[in-house]
């Protein structure tokens, strides 16, 4: 595949090198040119200049959205992360560092407004066929829908408000939070286009109740368990109660009420891209691993784990790359924001679409260099000696 891929960064092109589908910087000859010098250069300014060094280090992505949009095929193979957004009524996907813009579909073909934010936003399967989000249709009104990018039909999955989608691996059902109550948990058959409320086969859990005392709800990263919580009311009535409780899948038969999760994590959780890491979603900067819920892995993290220690999503739209052993870089981090390119707005809601096959891909290959010392003293001092002329 011999593809020629652009980032623009301020308002001009930075060529990226497609090396067999994958674009790397690391392989180009000079990655620091012209225009990487000026984006580096509005950072240093910031840092050195004003001395404002408690702001991000911004760099501007400005997507290319194509007004004759080619439509995304379902089973086109994933050779870099994508990201979904909405725009111009429009739900589009690119790849991470903001080329090759498709459309996923319009808004009249799903039905009114997809909902991006918080522990509600797209799911695209792990087949790349469907996409399940919740929409509104009007103002105050939810529905959580399916989408079949193959067949470009929809489906209405329930009424409501849903969150927490989770799909089976091989792409025949998914899991989620939601309805009318906002709160029940299902699963959805894609074959059959049934859905299965997750219920036991009693109300009575040891004198909790399945359907009054409990909220939320998700599935644990190897697929074995359902974990429902403790609503905050009946865990201060009755002090000797555990925060969560666990089903095992897919009976729902009843397995415990137990401290699954870290006490911080009593408004639920938020799991990373990988399904190996959570944070809480009280906003607490701690993150913990699966494979031992209760210890804290490391206290830097953002909400939102991509990569652990490597990449995150904050809530304001921004994609956040730490600074990396092998990073010979003054800067901790860098923060790339997209923008769309005709309006100069910010692209601010949107989802990350990762397969299995590049979860552990380095993303570093898709993105500029962190600015080495030299590099970044190259930069201060294009600016001091600018001043003094």
Not at 314 to 323: A, H, P, Q, V
Not at 341 to 354: D, G, L, P, Q
């Given at each position: 595949?011999n593809?020629?891929a652009?980032?623009?960064?301020?308002?001009?092109?930075l060529g990226i090198l497609?090396?067999t589908?994958l674009y790397?910087y690391?392989?180009?000859k000079d990655?620091?040119?012209d225009?990487?010098?000026?984006?580096?250069?509005?950072i240093?300014?910031?840092?050195?200049i004003?001395?404002?060094?408690?702001?991000?280090?911004?760099?501007?992505?400005?997507?290319d959205?194509?007004d004759?949009?080619?439509k995304e095929n379902?089973?086109?193979p994933?050779?870099m992360p994508q990201v979904?957004?909405?725009e111009n009524?429009?739900m589009?996907?690119?790849?991470?560092?903001?080329?090759?813009v498709?459309?996923?579909f319009?808004?009249e073909e799903i039905?009114?407004?997809?909902?991006?934010?918080g522990?509600s936003?797209p799911?695209r399967?792990?087949?790349g066929r469907y996409?399940?989000?919740?929409?509104?249709?009007k103002?105050?009104?939810y529905?959580?829908?399916?989408?079949d990018l193959?067949?470009?039909?929809?489906k209405?999955m329930?009424?409501?408000?849903?969150?927490n989608?989770?799909?089976?691996?091989n792409?025949k059902g998914?899991?989620?939070?939601?309805g009318?109550?906002w709160?029940e948990?299902?699963y959805f058959?894609?074959?059959?286009?049934?859905l299965?409320?997750?219920?036991?086969h009693?109300d009575?859990?040891g004198?909790?109740?399945?359907?009054?005392d409990?909220?939320g709800g998700?599935?644990?990263?190897?697929g074995?368990?359902?974990?429902r919580?403790v609503k905050?009311e009946?865990l201060?009535n009755n002090q000797?109660?555990?925060?969560e409780?666990l089903?095992?899948?897919?009976s729902m038969s009843y397995i415990g009420n137990q401290?699954y999760f870290p006490q911080?994590?009593?408004?639920?959780?938020?799991v990373?891209?990988?399904?190996?890491f959570?944070?809480?979603?009280d906003?607490?900067k701690n993150?913990?691993?699966?494979?031992?819920?209760?210890?804290v892995v490391s206290?830097?993290?953002e909400?939102l784990?991509?990569?652990?220690?490597?990449w995150?999503n904050?809530?304001?739209?921004?994609?956040?790359?730490?600074?990396v052993?092998g990073d010979?870089?003054?800067l901790?981090?860098?923060?790339y924001l997209?923008?769309d390119?005709?309006?100069?707005?910010?692209?601010?809601?949107?989802?990350?679409?990762?397969t299995d096959?590049?979860?552990?891909?380095d993303?570093?290959?898709?993105?500029?260099p962190?600015p080495?010392?030299?590099?970044y003293?190259?930069?201060?001092?294009i600016?001091?000696n600018?001043?003094?002329?």
């Open positions: 595949m593809k020629t652009k980032i623009t960064l301020g308002v001009t092109g497609s090396l589908g790397a690391k392989l180009m990655p620091y040119d225009e990487y010098m000026e984006k580096l250069k509005l240093v300014e910031f840092r050195e004003h001395k404002i060094k408690n702001r991000f280090n911004s760099w501007s992505i400005y997507v959205i194509p004759e949009i080619q379902w089973d086109r994933q050779i979904q957004f909405y009524r429009k589009y996907t690119m790849n991470i560092n903001g080329t090759d498709r459309l996923l319009t808004g039905g009114g407004l997809p909902e991006i934010g522990l936003f799911a399967s792990p087949d996409v399940v989000t919740t929409i509104q249709p103002t105050f009104n529905s959580c829908v399916i989408y193959k067949e470009r039909q929809k209405v329930v009424d409501g408000r849903c969150i989608y989770d799909w089976d691996k792409s998914v899991y989620f939070v939601g009318k109550s709160n948990p299902f058959n894609v074959q059959s286009g049934l299965k409320p997750l219920k036991p009693t009575d859990l004198g909790l109740s399945y359907n009054q409990l909220y998700l599935r644990t990263p190897d074995n368990k359902f974990i919580l905050e009946v201060e000797n109660l555990k925060k409780i089903f095992e899948l897919p401290d911080d994590c009593f408004k639920g959780i938020r990373s891209i990988n399904k190996k959570f944070t809480c979603s906003g607490t993150y913990y691993s699966f494979n031992d819920p209760k210890k206290n830097n993290s909400d784990i991509i990569i652990a220690d490597k995150f904050l809530d304001e739209g921004i994609l956040s790359r730490l600074k052993p010979n870089s003054p901790e981090s860098i923060e997209y923008l390119k005709k309006t100069k707005s910010r692209i601010n809601k949107y989802s990350i679409y990762i096959e590049i979860i552990d891909t993303f570093s290959n898709f993105f500029p962190m080495s010392d030299e590099i003293k190259k930069a201060l001092n600016l001091v600018k001043d003094k002329k």
